[in-house]
C-alpha cells in the first residue's frame, strides 16, 4: 500500500466528490469527500492503494448553467431477424423520436436555467480531465464513462513501455519535410496496423507523418475532430502503449511525427463543460457558423489564483503529448478559430523549449491551419507559427487543373509564396488535398467528369508542380495511389488492392501513380535546389499555356556544382507539343529529364527542345546529374 492523492481543480465549486473502485469491482462504494485548498483552488482526497487498475470519477456541484445534453449521435439499431423490415424501420423511427425528444426537452432547460438568476444546486459525475485512460464502457453503476488509474510500485504510471530509438537521426529538418496526413482508422484500423505497414512509408520515401487527432471523442468512429477529453487516447485505436510503439518505428526510420491537435473548442460532454462551463469556455461562440462545440477562452484571466484556466489545461494537455509521446511536432486545427496570437506564440515556444530540454530526437515544428491563409501568422513575419497550410495553394493549383486558360499571376503567386508575403520554405505546407477535401481524382471525375488517364495525367502534374514549388510538401493518403473515396468523417478505409498484383492488371493506372509519387519525393530528397531559398519564372508563354521557372541551391555561383539545378516546364493547354522551344534556360549543357526514363537533352544558346510534350503534364530537368541519377538507380 502506498498513498496517492485525488485532486480536482475547480476553485468556485462548493463541494466535490471522488467515486473509486477496483476495475474489477462491479459497483462503486460511498461517495469519498475531497476538501478544498482555497490557496490553490484544488479539491483533494489522499487514500492508500494497494497496487492494481482502478476505476474513478469526480462529482462537483455544477457552476455550469446547463447540464450535458445527450450525443446527438445515435447508437446502431440492429435489425430484429424474427420481424419484418417495416416493423424494424418503424422501431428505428420511434428510437429517433424518443431521443429527438429527450435533447429538445434538455435544451429547454437549458434555456430556462440560463435565464434564471439562482438554480438549484445539481450534481454532475464526470471523468477527470485529466485522465490518461478512458473506459467508456463505465460500469453497472458509472455515470457514462471512468477514468483508469494504473498504480504500480507506489505510484501512477500511464504504461511501461520502454523507448528504443529516442535518439534517432530524423531524416529532414523543418526545411526539408514531406509531410504524408493519415487517419488512423481509415490507414489501417489501429496503431499496431500502422507499425505494421511501416515498410510502406519506407518505401514512398515521406520524412514526416502527420496523424489526425486521436484523442477520446464521442462515439466509436469517424474523426476525432470534437475532443471530450485532452490527455486520454481513443481506445478503439488500441492502448497507449501501441502509440509509443508506432511512434518509436517511425523514428527508427528517421521519420518524423507530427500530432494534429483540436485546442479551439471540445465536446459538449468535456469534463469543464459541466463544472464550470463559464470558467474555461466563452458564454458564446464568437461565430455561431463557424462553431463544432465549447469553444475554449484563452482570454479569460483569473485574478485571485494568477492563472489563466483555459491557457493552463491546453498547455498541460500538450506538454503531456511531448514529454509522454516524444511527438516532434503539432498542427494546430482551426487556429483561425482560436483567434488568440498571444497564446498560441506562447504555447508554441513553450512547446519548442520543452522538446528541445527533451535532449533527444529531431527540432520542433509547429504548423497552423489558417483559413485564409496570411504571411502575418509565421515566426518570420512575428506570428506564432514555424509554417501554416498554404490553403491559397490547394485553390490555385486545382482551379488551374480544370481552366481553360490558367491565370498566370495567381499561379506564380502560390508557386513562390515570396510573392505573397512569405519568407521561407518552411513558412509553407503545400498541398493539392487533405483530410478537409476531396483528393483532387475524386474531384476532377465528380465535378468536371474527367476520368482515366486524363485525371490520373492531372493529378500527377500537381503533384509534380506541389514537389518543385516553393515550400513544404504533404500528401493526403490515398493520393499517392489514386484512391478514389470521397471525403467523409465516417468510414472510409483505404483501398489497398489497387495497388496488389493483379493477373488482369486492372489497376495499372494506380502502380503506375505510386510510381511516379516515389520518383518525385527521391528528387525532392536527392537535388538540393528543391529545398533551397530560390526560385525563379524564366519562362512564360499565355499563348501555349507554357510556363517554367528555375530551381537551385546556393552554390548556384560554383561552376563545378552538380545536381544542384532543376527547370520545371509545365504545359497546361489542353493539346500536345511534338517539340516545343524554350527560351531563357540559365545554363547550357546537359539536362536529364528526371520523370521520364533521364533521357538526355543538350540546351545550346540557352535554349531547350522538349520532345512530345503531351498536355496536363510537367518535364523536370536536372543539371549534369550523373551522380544524381547513379543515386536514382540504386535507390530503386
Not at 30 to 57: C, F, K, S
Not at 401 to 425: C, E, F, H, S
Not at 518 to 529: M, P, S, Y
Not at 577 to 588: A, D, Q
Request: proline share 4%.
Amino acid at each position: 500500500m502506498a498513498p496517492y492523492t485525488f485532486e480536482l481543480f475547480a476553485p468556485y465549486n462548493k463541494q466535490a466528490g471522488l467515486r473509486l473502485k477496483n476495475a474489477n469491482a462491479r459497483m462503486f462504494g460511498l461517495d469519498i469527500p475531497m476538501e478544498l485548498n482555497p490557496d490553490d483552488g484544488y479539491w483533494r482526497v489522499t487514500l492508500d492503494l494497494a497496487d492494481g487498475i482502478y476505476h474513478y470519477q469526480f462529482k462537483v456541484v455544477t457552476r455550469s448553467w446547463f447540464e450535458v445534453e445527450p450525443e446527438p449521435a445515435l447508437p446502431d439499431y440492429i435489425d430484429d431477424e424474427t420481424k419484418s423490415v417495416d416493423e424494424n424501420e418503424q422501431i428505428r423511427k420511434t428510437y429517433r423520436e424518443e431521443h429527438e425528444k429527450l435533447v429538445q426537452q434538455v435544451k429547454e432547460r437549458n434555456q430556462k436555467r440560463e435565464e434564471e438568476i439562482t438554480f438549484t444546486e445539481v450534481w454532475y459525475t464526470f471523468v477527470d480531465p485529466y485522465a490518461t485512460e478512458v473506459d467508456e464502457r463505465g460500469s453497472d453503476d458509472a455515470f457514462r464513462s471512468v477514468g483508469i488509474l494504473i498504480f504500480k510500485n507506489g505510484k501512477r504510471i500511464v504504461d511501461e513501455y520502454e523507448w528504443k530509438y529516442d535518439n534517432y537521426v530524423p531524416l529532414a529538418g523543418n526545411d526539408k519535410l514531406i509531410i504524408y496526413e493519415i487517419h488512423i482508422g481509415d490507414f489501417q484500423d489501429r496503431f499496431r496496423d500502422v507499425t505494421e505497414k511501416m515498410e510502406y512509408f519506407v518505401s514512398l520515401g515521406i520524412t514526416a507523418v502527420e496523424i489526425m487527432p486521436i484523442k477520446e471523442y464521442p462515439g466509436q468512429i469517424g474523426w476525432g475532430y470534437t475532443p471530450r477529453y485532452h490527455f486520454a487516447i481513443q481506445s478503439t485505436y488500441g492502448t497507449t502503449a501501441e502509440l509509443k510503439e508506432m511512434i518509436d518505428t517511425f523514428h527508427e526510420h528517421g521519420i518524423r511525427v507530427i500530432m494534429d491537435g483540436v485546442y479551439n473548442h471540445c465536446d459538449v460532454s468535456a469534463p469543464y463543460t459541466a463544472i464550470d462551463h463559464d470558467y474555461w469556455f466563452l458564454h458564446e461562440p464568437k461565430d455561431r457558423v463557424w462553431c463544432w462545440g465549447p469553444e475554449w477562452n484563452f482570454e479569460k484571466y483569473d485574478e485571485k489564483y494568477k492563472i489563466w484556466p483555459a491557457r493552463k489545461y491546453v498547455g498541460d494537455s500538450i506538454r503531456y503529448f511531448i514529454n509522454e509521446f516524444h511527438i516532434d511536432g503539432i498542427r494546430f486545427d482551426a487556429a483561425t478559430q482560436i483567434a488568440n496570437d498571444e497564446f498560441l506564440k506562447v504555447v508554441v515556444q513553450q512547446s519548442k523549449q520543452q522538446a528541445r530540454e527533451r535532449g533527444f530526437g529531431a527540432e520542433f515544428y509547429c504548423v497552423g491551419e489558417y483559413l485564409p491563409d496570411k504571411p502575418e501568422y509565421v515566426i518570420s513575419n512575428d506570428g506564432p507559427m514555424d509554417g501554416i497550410w498554404h490553403d491559397s495553394f490547394y485553390w490555385k493549383i486545382r482551379e488551374a487543373m480544370v481552366a481553360d486558360t490558367v491565370n498566370w499571376n495567381d499561379l506564380k503567386d502560390v508557386i513562390d509564396p515570396r510573392r505573397q508575403g512569405y519568407k521561407n520554405t518552411w513558412d509553407v505546407v503545400n498541398y493539392q488535398s487533405n483530410h478537409d477535401h476531396d483528393r483532387l481524382l475524386v474531384d476532377l471525375g465528380k465535378e468536371h467528369q474527367i476520368f482515366d488517364e486524363d485525371a490520373f495525367r492531372r493529378v500527377r502534374m500537381a503533384f509534380a508542380i506541389q514537389a518543385t514549388s516553393f515550400g513544404l510538401m504533404m500528401i493526403w493518403m490515398g493520393a499517392e495511389f489514386g484512391e478514389y473515396k470521397e471525403k467523409t468523417p465516417g468510414i472510409a478505409k483505404l483501398d489497398w488492392s489497387l495497388i496488389e498484383d493483379r493477373e488482369d492488371n486492372s489497376n495499372a493506372l494506380n502502380k503506375k501513380q505510386l510510381q511516379y509519387y516515389k520518383d518525385v519525393i527521391q528528387l525532392h530528397k536527392l537535388n538540393l535546389a528543391l529545398t533551397a531559398q530560390n526560385l525563379e519564372f524564366i519562362f512564360e508563354e499565355e499563348n501555349d499555356q507554357i510556363m517554367a521557372w528555375h530551381r537551385w541551391n546556393s552554390v548556384v555561383h560554383d561552376p563545378h556544382a552538380e545536381g544542384n539545378h532543376v527547370i520545371v516546364v509545365c504545359n497546361w493547354a489542353s493539346k500536345t507539343y511534338e517539340k516545343y522551344e524554350v527560351l531563357n534556360i540559365p545554363r547550357n549543357g546537359h539536362w536529364y529529364d528526371w520523370l521520364n526514363d533521364d533521357k538526355e537533352y543538350l540546351v545550346e544558346n540557352n535554349k531547350l527542345i522538349i520532345d512530345d510534350f503531351v498536355d496536363h503534364t510537367v518535364r523536370v530537368f536536372v543539371y549534369q546529374i550523373k551522380k544524381c541519377v547513379e543515386l536514382k538507380r540504386v535507390s530503386s
